[in-house]
């Protein structure tokens, strides 16, 4: 069966700092992939997402990139964290012809 | 301009009643509509879909009913239970290009009372 992991699950960084989140996918393969905000209060917000190694889209502009490196891996990351990046951040998959998305544990981070 | 909607922010219902969640949307193009339950500091989890070319799909205490003239849909549990209380996402797809597009309502949180 097809498990999603992430880390770390829970992330306090000053603002500035850097950030990775990482997400890895076992069980499938060529997966498409997904990296999602909640911000406190709000819906799902989807910030990119991946069909395939080095193929990244991003939904909405912002400090965040994604990159996939591996087909079963999917990192987030900024080179200066601002306030406003604080929230709870979901990578999900989904097979590539699928309509279901399967969402990892989450992660939280809190920008100080 | 939001395409899919979740009128009810919040919604409480007595243990053992029905609760039924709502869930409107504009784009016609929409093919696949899914719910999914999200507890706090938790991913969400998928509970259960529908296709457009049916009206209905049951799982358990779960039902969804779609109404594609009316462009709503509807997640049905009966009976409530209080692990059922957290944030429902209703969710619709479509096929944009060669991929396939997900569009979330903004979730109603629902409390099942003992």
Redesign the interface.
């Known amino acids: 069966s097809q498990t999603i992991h992430q880390w770390p699950a829970t992330l306090v960084q000053p603002v500035g700092s850097p950030l990775s989140l990482e997400c890895t996918v076992e069980g499938t393969s060529n997966p498409n992939l997904y990296w999602y905000r909640q911000a406190a209060g709000r819906g799902l917000q989807l910030l990119f997402y991946s069909v395939g190694i080095g193929q990244i889209s991003s939904e909405v502009p912002q400090n965040l990139s994604a990159s996939r490196p591996q087909d079963r891996q999917f990192i987030l990351s900024s080179k200066k964290l601002l306030l406003s990046d604080s929230g709870f951040y979901l990578c999900a998959w989904s097979l590539n012809s699928g309509n279901t998305i399967y969402f990892g544990e989450g992660s939280w981070l809190t920008v100080v | 301009d939001q395409q899919v909607k979740q009128n009810s922010p919040s919604l409480s219902v007595q243990e053992g009643r029905i609760s039924i969640l709502n869930c409107d949307y504009t784009n016609s193009m929409f093919d696949?509509f899914?719910w999914?339950k999200k507890y706090p500091?938790?991913?969400?989890?998928?509970l259960i879909?529908i296709s457009s070319i049916k009206d209905k799909n049951e799982d358990g205490r779960f039902t969804v009913f779609l109404n594609k003239s009316a462009k709503h849909l509807s997640l049905h549990i009966v009976p409530s239970q209080p692990g059922d209380s957290a944030v429902y996402?209703c969710a619709a797809?479509a096929l944009a290009g060669n991929?396939?597009k997900?569009i979330?309502?903004?979730?109603t949180s629902l409390a099942v009372n003992p």
């Open positions: 696949y899914l999914y500091a938790e991913g969400p989890t998928f879909s996402f797809s991929n396939r997900l979330w309502g903004l979730g």
